[in-house]
């Protein structure tokens, strides 16, 4: 009889807006998703907690911005927790990846958007939809060489 290697679990992190996103993946492939309009700093350990349990997961992945400098921030700090406390491992990944490549929300009227490679900041008039979408195979993202925040600070 062949033996059947365990299945490998991961957690993709949509937190840079709003729903805050959850997404398990079994050897890369989208098995659970979580969708929360409660604010990351009330919710997200709870929630890693709660899949812990259920799926023993061994990495986490999350968008590291640009977006929301709050939800950046305590992601990272929940994360970087979980790495020393329980040696599981995270990496950030590229928002545009999970968006279409649309521009996303920095202050007031100001976006961020991708020009040849490169996150500048671009004033719309008129609002522009913020809707993330958890991919169906975890490969769909781009992987950063960097898990820290990428905080990018637009002018005002």
Not at 42 to 69: A, W
Not at 77 to 86: A, D, F, N, Q, Y
Not at 88 to 93: A, E, R, V, Y
Not at 98 to 125: C, H, M, R, S, W
Request: aromatic share 8%; with cysteine; glycine share 4%.
């Amino acid at each position: 009889m062949p033996k059947v290697l365990p299945s490998k679990y991961e957690v993709l992190i949509i937190s840079i807006a709003s729903p805050l996103l959850l997404g398990v993946y079994r050897d890369g492939e989208l098995v659970e998703k979580i969708e929360t309009q409660e604010k990351t700093s009330e919710i997200l350990l709870k929630k890693l907690s709660e899949l812990s349990k259920k799926y023993n997961y061994k990495r986490l992945v999350y968008t590291n911005g640009p977006g929301s400098y709050m939800a950046i921030k305590l992601t990272y700090i929940t994360l970087r927790s979980l790495e020393i406390l329980k040696g599981i491992t995270f990496d950030g990944c590229d928002a545009f990846d999970l968006n279409k490549q649309n521009p996303i929300k920095a202050v007031g009227k100001l976006y961020f958007i991708k020009e040849n490679n490169t996150i500048i900041t671009k004033k719309f008039d008129e609002a522009v939809e913020q809707r993330f979408e958890l991919p169906s195979m975890l490969s769909e993202v781009t992987i950063l060489e960097n898990n820290k925040p990428m905080y990018i600070l637009p002018a005002v």
